[in-house]
């Protein structure tokens, strides 16, 4: 049954509402009416944007709730396959002990056993970390249909069972290892087959398809959308369920959401997790496509298509038997930003403990050199264009943000969106010293630990800059910004043109992986002992 809109609820933080349009009926352009923007998002952004812009931070926002789904099901998944694999080879072990040393066939079958397979194999935990090695190694707690496939399943338990037995061979000679095992191979790998039925079984007669499905958003020629909708993998509701499809005709027909120049609205409205490319799409519409997808963090896949969108990594997957080419991005993969996160709570919590006295000790000097706060807090604009407050040791005057405006002119940058005064006037003595060896960066630590920032991103902007960014320049509100970054490491002082610092961000967040931001924090490192921080 194709879907309508009315199983579309819209996004309340979108600025656009893509309900139904009378004019869809007759065959019509459909343009989704106009909703008021939420007061939050006004309250919050407290910039001047344009309904396209705005609806793109509306799908950025929406990012971090898709992720973290789409870890949940990835978790799930794995710790349901673990804990049946575990059990199904503790059920077969003990169903080997009872026959073998407990004799319930008879002792003619518990002889042959014992040669076949004697004491000492399948031996407790160490095989079960080997079966579970064996199973990690070759993909089957992967997504999709690997998990069940009978060849890799095989090839892990041929794997598992080869690691312990390997000593054995110098003991016991290769003819009596190797018949012991090809049993166990075949004994593990035949209880594993049962086991991953056993699982698809429950759960389809447990929890109904449509409850588990994740909601996709079909883009693509009207024909082939609607081809796609009718197969078996959207037509089952198991793995994903269609709550309609983008015509990329310019003149959208019924039965269509609507029209490409639509599809961010339509994207934040429909509240999928997953878009899915149907046929072809030209190749400025496959790139809006990705970028909006990618931005609110939803799964991308296309049945099938060639991949040309520089930062989109493409992997096969199989589903009821049918290929779909996963397209993700690295920076939006939900498991690595569960790891860079681990690593950022980590790195403030340690930070904050081990320079606690550092802390104290700026904070007195801080408090002795000049009148006012010890810290220093401004606006910036985070992950998804929200605002947050920044928390930095005071290095200027009291005041000193009133005078800005009159020292645009004098900026080394000669561009609004970058800012830097040779020798300003407002700065302490003791914060041209905490600027150089960028000691009053510290307090960030408590942004990173609150979740508005991370250790390593791009440089978070003031609003006033923002407002003068063109629509690529958004492309760095995908990921939180960052204590430091590619920027700071590169050499912040020299890079004076903001297109650079633009493609410098950009090509961290395609390239993204926590070796990088290892590397960039070892870096930092390295830039502050020779205190050649903002001066």
């Given at each position: 049954m194709e879907p309508t809109r009315s199983d579309i609820q819209p996004d309340p933080t979108i600025g656009a509402n893509p309900v139904a349009n009378p004019g869809a009926a007759r065959g019509g352009r459909q343009k989704p009416r106009r909703a008021p923007v939420d007061p939050r998002v006004q309250e919050q952004m407290h910039l001047r944007l344009e309904e396209p812009v705005r609806v793109r931070l509306g799908l950025q926002r929406r990012a971090p709730s898709n992720l973290r789904r789409h870890l949940?099901?990835?978790l799930t998944r794995i710790a349901v396959l673990v804990v049946a694999d575990l059990a199904a080879f503790w059920v077969m072990r003990g169903l080997i002990r009872a026959v073998r040393d407990q004799a319930v066939l008879g002792e003619w079958t518990a002889s042959h056993l014992r040669s076949l397979v004697p004491l000492g194999n399948l031996s407790g935990w160490q095989f079960a970390v080997a079966l579970l090695l064996g199973l990690f190694i070759l993909g089957n707690y992967g997504d999709g249909d690997r998990r069940r496939d009978p060849g890799r399943l095989f090839a892990a338990c041929a794997l598992a069972t080869a690691l312990p037995l390997w000593m054995m061979i110098w003991t016991r000679g290769l003819p009596p290892v190797l018949l012991e095992y090809a049993l166990t191979v075949v004994l593990v790998w035949l209880g594993l087959l049962v086991e991953r039925s056993g699982i698809d079984w429950v759960i389809a007669h447990v929890r109904p398809a449509a409850g588990r499905a994740a909601e996709a958003l079909l883009v693509g020629p009207a024909q082939e959308c609607r081809r796609t909708m009718e197969t078996h993998l959207f037509a089952t509701r198991k793995n994903y369920r269609a709550v309609g499809y983008v015509d990329a005709d310019p003149f959208p027909g019924p039965g269509a959401l609507g029209g490409m120049k639509e599809f961010p609205t339509l994207l934040g409205a429909s509240g999928a997790e997953v878009v899915v490319v149907c046929g072809q799409l030209s190749d400025s519409d496959f790139a809006a496509v990705a970028n909006g997808a990618l931005a609110a963090g939803c799964q991308l896949v296309a049945v099938p298509?060639?991949?040309?969108?520089?930062?989109?990594?493409?992997?096969?997957?199989?589903?009821?038997?049918?290929?779909l080419v996963m397209l993700t991005a690295l920076t939006l993969r939900s498991q690595q930003l569960a790891v860079k996160r681990a690593m950022d709570l980590a790195g403030a919590v340690a930070g904050l403990l081990l320079l606690s006295p550092v802390y104290a000790l700026v904070a007195i000097l801080v408090k002795l050199d000049s009148l006012g706060p010890v810290f220093f807090t401004q606006d910036r604009v985070g992950q998804g264009g929200r605002l947050f407050r920044i928390i930095k040791f005071r290095t200027m005057v009291d005041g000193a943000e009133g005078r800005r405006d009159e020292l645009l002119s004098q900026s080394v940058y000669h561009d609004q969106r970058l800012f830097k005064v040779p020798r300003d006037p407002r700065m302490t003595r003791l914060g041209r010293w905490l600027r150089r060896t960028s000691l009053d960066e510290l307090p960030?630590?408590?942004?990173?630990?609150?979740?508005e920032m991370s250790l390593v991103g791009p440089r978070p902007p003031l609003p006033s800059e923002v407002e003068l960014y063109e629509a690529h320049h958004y492309g760095r509100f995908d990921v939180k910004p960052g204590i430091t970054g590619p920027w700071q490491v590169a050499g912040r002082n020299q890079i004076t043109d903001f297109e650079r610092v633009v493609a410098l961000e950009a090509h961290y967040i395609r390239e993204w992986s926590l070796l990088r931001d290892l590397g960039i924090l070892l870096r930092t490192v390295w830039v502050v002992l020779q205190m050649r921080g903002a001066h």
């Open positions: 949940a099901r990835h298509r060639a991949v040309e969108v520089a930062g989109v990594q493409p992997s096969v997957v199989w589903r009821e038997g049918q290929p960030q630590l408590v942004n990173v630990l609150r979740g």
